[in-house]
Structure formats: C-alpha cells, structure tokens
C-alpha cells in the first residue's frame, strides 16, 4: 500500500469518525448555509458592481441591501434555532394563510409593487418583500404538521389530499396571476415533496405529477415571454441576439473561465454582456471568474447539503420532522438544480434564484430560515438530544445558548394526543358507529378491540395501556366541510416535549 492510499484511508477514516458524532449533522448544516451565503455576498458584489456603478454611482448599493437581508436572515436563522417544534406545529397554519393573504394583496394595485409587469412585491417602508418566497416555506411547514398528523391517525387518501391539495393549487393560481411561472414550479415542487414524503400511493403520485408536468408546459407556452424562452431553448440558433443572447452569453462566460477561471472580479460577461448576471444568471459568473472548479464547489456543497438533509431525516423520529426536513431539501436541491441546469443550456430558462448565492433579499432571508429549521431538526436527532442532555453542548451550542431538545416518545406522544382530543370533550363521532372511519375499517375503536381482548375466546389487543380514546363531537370530525374540520391551529399533535407541555420531568 503506498503512503498516498494510506493517507487517504486515514483521512476516510477520521472523516468517518467525525460523521458518527451526534451533533455530527448541526455542524454540516450551519457549515454549508455559512459558505453558500459567504460566496454569494462575494459573487453578487462581484457582478453587480458594474451595473451598480453605471445606475447610481456606487458599485456597493446591491451589495449592501443583499448583506442587510443576510443579516436579516441570520436573526431568522438563529430564532428558528430556538423554537419549539410545538410552537412551530402551532403557527403554521396562521402563518400559512397570512402569507396566502399577502400573496392576494400584492395583486391589488396601489398595494403591490409592479416592476416590469409583474406584482411580485410589498414595498414595507425601506423594504421590498417578495410574498411567494415566504409561502414556499409556510407551505413546507404547514403541510408536513399537517400530514404527520393525518397520518399518526390513519386517515384516508381523501383526509390526506384535503385540504393540502386544493390550498397548494390556489396558492399556485396567486402566483400565476402575478405572473411568476419559476415560483409557480417551485410550489409544485414543494407539494409533490410533501404527497411523496408523506405515504401518498405511488400510482397516484405519479397521476398527480404527471398532471403537473402537463400543467406547466401549457403555462410555459400560454404567454408570449414564456413561450419566447421555450422556442430560444429548442431553437437556440434562430435568433442569437433576440430571445436567445442571455443564454448564449451564458455559455460564452462558463467557456471563458475555463478550469481555474479569470480570477475573482475579472469577469467581462458583468460589463452589461449577461443581463441579471448578479441574479438568475450569477452560477455562469461563477464559472467566468471561478473556473470548473468554483462550479464545482457550489455543486459539492448543493451535493452535501442532499445529504445531510436526507441524513437529518431518516435520523429524526418525529413523523413531522422527517416529512418537514425531506420536503425541504428537495425544493431547495431542485430550486438550485433547475437554476444550475439553464445556465449551462440543459433546462429552459425559468427565472428561479441559485438558494443562498443569487442576488434576491426575500430569498436570501427565508432561505436562511429554511436552513435554521433544519439545523433545529439536526439537534432533535436522538443522538444528538442525548448528548445535549448529558451536557456535551459543543462551543456552538453554548455560544449560541440554545435550550436543549427533549426527547421524542411515541408512547407519551399518543397519550398527549388523546388528552388533547379529550380537552375537547366527549361526543359522539359523526360516523355514529364508535370510531372514525379509520378505526371502523381496523375493526372498531381502539377502546372496542382492548375491550373486546378481555373476553374468553378472542385474541388479545395490543401490549399497551393507553386509554380509550375518547370520542369526538361532530364538529370535531375530520371532514372537509369546514376549515375547523383540518384542526390545523389546534391540531391533535402528540406533543412528546414535556418542558414545552408545561410539564416537569
């Protein structure tokens, strides 16, 4: 074995070491969000300091209102840190239809922002804020609370698609009326994530999706811009200096980088050759001053990010936050993926931001969010909570004074569920057969089958002694007839934490 394999195994092997650290996760995450902001910051102020200069006379103004949304988005990242995934459950449906009635106000004239023929802006005093960038997120959280709790309760395909289905799709309508097809694309993302993560059949699933797909195409083709880019992509020859001159001019900067690239700042491309080199079009500047190998790093980091959300939740216990950490790496990989691929001529060109490096404040600031979220659901791994009980914070943890997770039971989840169903008080369940519908098709009420293993000749329920759960009134049910019917701001959630049940352990 020469010294050269022998190194690289020893460097595999601490590497691997590292990895079966219980804060293993936390660490990666803030890692990649600090590296992916920090290049972006570099690279926008790199690429808008032409046009910057040319507009105002200042190379810095772009520059300086993206690193005020970073360290807008740092607050965010480090109160998603901090809160409670009970607190988290909770909000998300008012969150969720606050965002919905921003996204309906912005289409109002005089209240939202037209830039270039589109609404897509609330300007609040010095700050623009982008609606549809806060949604995804609210969407994220909201549909993962509610789908752990459809299905810690075995609902059916109906009680699964409504009401996240039909609240996805009008989100969706808003923003395509802004118009704004790559966001648009962006939540389809998001709720197919959310259907698959989720338990949806697959049969459907792919019914579903391909019916999105469907959808999308006729979008791309129903305007005149959108139908301009799809012609500029399958015929890119047709008219280079018209609808096809930015990704032309794409592909000319990714060709002059070369492998080592021209060095930082030395772009020609940001010299008003490549429009919104700062924004949609900022991974071809990469490749221009960067080379291959800057291109690489962003891809080698989007790649580790897969991983450790992934990672993150297969570890995590909690149905929520496996369905919450899955959805969110996927819209956030395929958000830079879709970026990724119509820059360097493999998708059409859609509009959609590279997440944490393209110039966009709402996007930088939620992004942020996002990944706080996630690194809230690192430190909830068992591992992870374990360690943090017994005192191993690491200098991270205790810089930042974050509390420590508690630990997620399924039994004590189960019992608080039913003591949240029987605050609500006793009644009869719409179905007036015992049970929900659920329980009837498993063989009547978990209080029917515990009772019915007592008798002599039947088979014993199961190991457990939790209570009966008790009947739910009619306007408790798990119909669709009404928005109380989704219990989304009071959900049936087992709440597994006992300091946030108010309890001592």
Same mark, same amino acid.
């Given at each position: ?56 006379? %200042? ?27 009970? &607190?988290?459950?909770?909000? %998300? ?101 959310? @259907? ?24 791309? @083709? ?11 992509? =399958? ?47 900022? =991974? ?78 709402? %996007? ?41 997770? /508690? ?6 989840? /189960? ?24 329980? !009837? ?18 088979? !014993?329920? &199961?190991?457990?002694?939790?209570? /009966?759960?008790? !009947? ?17 701001? /009071? ?12 309890? %001592?352990?």
């Amino acid at each position: 074995m020469t010294t050269a394999t022998r190194r690289a195994d020893s460097t595999a092997t601490r590497f691997g070491a590292w990895l079966a650290r219980p804060l293993a996760s936390f660490h990666l995450i803030v890692t990649i969000a600090t590296l992916l902001t920090v290049l972006g910051l570099v690279m926008v102020l790199s690429a808008s300091s032409v046009e910057a200069y040319a507009d105002g006379g %200042s190379a810095y103004s772009l520059f300086v209102q993206q690193a005020m949304f970073a360290g807008i988005g740092l607050v965010l990242f480090y109160l998603a840190l901090r809160i409670p995934l009970r &607190r988290l459950r909770q909000w %998300s449906f008012p969150v969720f239809g606050l965002s919905v009635l921003a996204l309906l106000l912005v289409l109002l004239p005089g209240i939202g922002s037209e830039v270039q023929g589109a609404r897509r802006w609330l300007v609040i005093g010095p700050i623009s804020i982008q609606p549809s960038e806060v949604v995804k997120v609210s969407l994220v959280v909201w549909g993962a609370h509610l789908l752990a709790s459809r299905r810690s309760e075995r609902a059916t395909l109906k009680e699964l698609l409504v009401p996240l289905v039909p609240a996805g799709l009008l989100v969706c309508l808003l923003v395509v009326l802004q118009p704004n097809l790559s966001t648009t694309i962006a939540l389809g993302i998001v709720l197919m994530a959310l @259907l698959w993560f989720g338990g949806l059949p697959a049969r459907l699933f792919v019914t579903i999706a391909a019916s999105g797909v469907v959808a999308a195409v006729v979008l791309a @083709l129903s305007a005149g811009y959108r139908s301009d880019r799809m012609r500029a992509f =399958f015929n890119p020859g047709d008219d280079p200096q018209g609808i096809g001159y930015q990704a032309r001019q794409a592909m000319y900067s990714l060709a002059d980088g070369g492998i080592w690239g021209r060095g930082l700042g030395q772009s020609r491309a940001k010299w008003s050759y490549l429009p919104n080199s700062h924004n949609d079009f900022i =991974f071809a500047i990469i490749g221009e001053e960067l080379g291959f190998l800057g291109c690489m790093l962003v891809l080698g980091l989007f790649a580790l990010f897969v991983y450790t959300g992934l990672r993150i939740a297969t570890r995590s216990v909690d149905p929520f936050l496996k369905i919450l950490i899955a959805t969110a790496t996927t819209w956030i990989t395929s958000q830079a993926l879709i970026n990724i691929g119509y820059v360097v001529g493999l998708l059409p060109v859609t509009g959609l931001q590279l997440p944490l490096v393209s110039a966009g404040g709402s %996007s930088l600031a939620i992004t942020l969010f996002m990944f706080g979220i996630i690194a809230n659901a690192a430190r909830h791994e068992p591992e992870a909570v374990s360690a943090l009980n017994a005192g191993q914070d690491g200098r991270v943890s205790r810089l930042l004074r974050l509390p420590k997770p /508690e630990v997620y039971s399924p039994v004590k989840a /189960e019992q608080a569920r039913a003591r949240s169903v029987n605050r609500r008080g006793p009644g009869r369940p719409p179905n007036g057969r015992g049970g929900t519908e659920g329980e !009837r098709r498993r063989g009547g009420s978990e209080g029917e089958r515990r009772r019915g293993s007592a008798q002599p000749g039947r088979a !014993r329920g &199961r190991a457990t002694d939790l209570p /009966e759960p008790p !009947r739910r009134r009619s306007g408790d049910s798990r119909g669709t007839g009404s928005l109380r019917a989704t219990r989304a701001w /009071e959900p049936s959630y087992p709440m597994p934490h006992a300091r946030e049940r108010g309890r %001592s352990r």
